[in-house]
C-alpha cells in the first residue's frame, strides 16, 4: 500500500511484522482484525462491534447536517442556530455521519475533509472515519432542503431531463463523472436517487425524480446505481441512499410533506404497488440505503391490513413488515430527515415531521424509529437519547447491534477505515474537469424538448417604416406573394419549420444571454421589430410561500401562468414568431401561451448555451416527455394524485416530443 500522506497523518499508517500498512486507529500500535485491511467486511465489522461502547454504537445512528467553512479550516464553521457546534458533535457525541451543505472552492473543501477526518481519528476510542454524504448538487435549482447548483462541479440536466433523453447509458455516465467529482473532495455517500413517481402534476419534488413511468424510473435507477457503486460498494464507490420509500409521489392536493399541511400520502386510484415497483427493483439489484418519506399514508391497506397512519419513518408494518420482511431488504435505512426535533435555519422554524405522533415526546419518538426498523435518524444529533433507552430498559443493546452492524458494514465497504484522505491538490483538478462539463453541455441540450414546431414564413422581413405601435412593436409583413416594403424588400411565400434555427437569424430575447446568442452563431438582437423571431423562457409557475423554514424553496401550489407572462407572449408574437423554453422542474399548464407560439422547446436545467445548441441542431434535442403536462388547473384538481398521466385531455401526454429534421 502506497501512502503519500503530510506527516500527523502519515503517522497513523504502520506496518505490520507480516507486512502490511494498516491504520493504527485504537493507538495499541498493534493490527488489531478491523484494522487488517485483508480480511472480509464482515469480520472486520463484528471485531469492532464487539469492542465499541454503547456510546460509539448510537454515535453511529445519527446523520446531522453540516456546512463546510469557507476557509476550510476545521472549527470556522458558521454557527447553527439550536444546534451543538461541529467539534461537539464529532468529539463528545461521536456522530461520524454528516451531511454536507455549503461546500467551498475543491482544495479548501478537501482540506476542511481532511482535517475533520483527522478530528474524528482523534475522538473515537476506535478511529471510527467519517462518511459525508450530501443531496444532488449537480444541476440547477437549488433548494437548500433538497438539492443544490453545480457551482465546482459539471452542470447537468435535472433527473427529469435524464429521464427525457431515456438512454440508460447517458444516466451511467452522469454518475460515473458526479462519483469521480464527489470523491474528489471526500463526499463517500449520495442523498439520491430520488425513485418516487411524478404521478401528482403539483408536487414540489419532481424535478429530482424520473418521471412518472415505473419501468423508466426503475431502468433508470439502476443505472444510476451502476454509475455511483459500481458492481459493489467498494474504495471508489459513493454509497447511494435511494428514496423515499414507499414511493412519495401520491401527495393529497400536491402538497409536500415536509410541512404540515402535506403531511397525507393518499392512494384514491390504488396504485400503490406502482408507487412500490422502482423499489423492488433496485432492491434486487442492491442499493446501499433506503429512506422512507415523510409521509402518513391515510386510508391505506396492504394484503388486507389497515396501515397506521403515521409517518413511514414511525411506521413498523412499513419498514420492517414490507421492507425488511416481504422484499427482503437488509441494508441501511436511514430516516427522512428531522423527524424527532425541530428546525431552525434564516430566522425560520419548521416542526418535527412527526406526524400521526405529534403527540409523543422526544424519547417516545426515538424508540418508536428504533421499532419500527430504521437504523439511523437523519438531521437529528441526540444518540444519548439511544443511550438512555437501551439502559432504561426499553431497546435492547442487541436492537442496536444490529443498525450498528449495517452502518458499519458500508464504512468498511467504502474503505473509509483503511484510508479516509483525499489529495488536496488533486480535488481542484478532479472536479469540473473540461471533459466532464462538456458531457454535462451535451446532456442537457440532449434533454430538450421540442413540443411544438411549426411552419413560419421563411426569411420573413419586418416593416421598419411602418409605425411601431405603442408596445414598441412594428406590424408584420403581408404574406401576400411578392408583397414589397418600402424598401423594397420581397416577403417569401415559402414556409419550413422554425426549428432548427438558421445560422444568422436574428433573435430578440430578454432572458438569454447575448453573448450566448452570439456564439450559438446567431444575431442578438435589442429590439423586436429588428428580430426574425423571439425566444421566451420561462419558469414553471408556483405559488410563493415563505412561512415555514424551507417553504420558499418549494415550488408548490397552482400550475397555470399569471396574465402578466401570458399578455406578454402573446404581444410578442404579434410581430414576430415566439419560441417558447420553459424550465419543467414540474409540469405546467402551457395552454394559455401554447397558441401564441411557432415553437416551444421545454428544459429541466440547462444552461443559455445548451438551449441554443438544442435550438440550432448543433445538438440534436431528443426529448421526450417525462410526465404528462396538463391542460388546466382543474383538470389538475380532478385527478387522482397516485395515478400517473391522470388528467383529462391533457395538452401533451407523457412520451412526447419531436425531432428536429
Known sequence: MSVNLSAGVAEEFLRSPEGVVFRDLNGNGTMEPYEDPRL??????????????????????????????????????????????????????????LNFHFVPEPRLAARWVNELQRLALASSPHGIPVTLSTDPRHSFVENWGASFTAEYFSAWPEPLGLAAVRDEQLVREFAS??????TAIGIRGAMHPTIDLAT????????STFGQDADLVARLASAYLDGFEGDHVGPESVACMAKHFPGGGPQRDGEDPHFPYGREQVYPGGMFDYHLEPFRRIIARGVSAIMPYYGMP?????????????GFGYNRQIVTGLLREKLGYDGVVCTDWSLVTESRLHGK?????????????????????????????????????????????QVSEERIDASARRLLKVKFELGL???????EEAAEVRAGRPEYVEAGHRAQARSVTVLKNEPVLKNEPVLKNEPVTARGHAPKASAGAGATNDGGAVAAVERSPLLPLRPGARVYSEELDPVAVAAAGLEPVAAVYDAEMAIVRVSAP???????????????????????????????????PVILVPHLDRPAALTPLEPHCAAVAAVYGASDGAVLDALTGTIAPEGRLPFQLPRSEAAVVASRPDVPGDTEDALYECGFGLDLA
Open 298 to 310: 391515510v386510508g391505506l391497506v396492504i394484503d388486507g391490513e389497515p396501515i397506521e397512519e403515521v
Open 542 to 576: 408556483f405559488e410563493f410561500r415563505d412561512h415555514y423554514m424551507l417553504e420558499s424553496a418549494f415550488h408548490a401550489g397552482s400550475l397555470e401562468f399569471d396574465a402578466t407572462t401570458v399578455e406578454k407572449v402573446r404581444r410578442l408574437a404579434e410581430s414576430v
Open 40 to 97: 472480509p467486511v464482515t469480520e472486520r465489522v463484528e471485531d469492532l462491534l464487539g469492542q465499541l461502547s454503547l456510546e460509539e454504537k448510537a454515535g453511529l445512528m445519527f446523520n446531522t447536517m453540516v456546512s463546510v467553512a469557507e476557509s476550510g479550516r476545521l472549527g470556522d464553521e458558521v454557527p447553527r442556530a439550536g444546534r451543538a457546534g461541529l467539534r461537539e458533535v464529532v468529539e463528545t457525541k461521536l456522530v461520524n455521519h
Open 417 to 423: 477505515f483503511d484510508n479516509p484522505y483525499v489529495d
Open 200 to 207: 401528482e402534476p403539483r408536487w414540489a419534488r419532481q424535478y
Open 349 to 393: 422554524q419548521l416542526p418535527p415531521r412527526a406526524w400521526g405522533v405529534e403527540h409523543l415526546s422526544v424519547e417516545e419518538r426515538v424508540l418508536k424509529v428504533i421499532e419500527a426498523g430504521c437504523d439511523q435518524f437523519g438531521g437529528e444529533e441526540c444518540p444519548e437519547v439511544v443511550v438512555d433507552l437501551v439502559r432504561g430498559g
Open 177 to 182: 463523472i458526479a462519483r469521480a467529482e464527489y
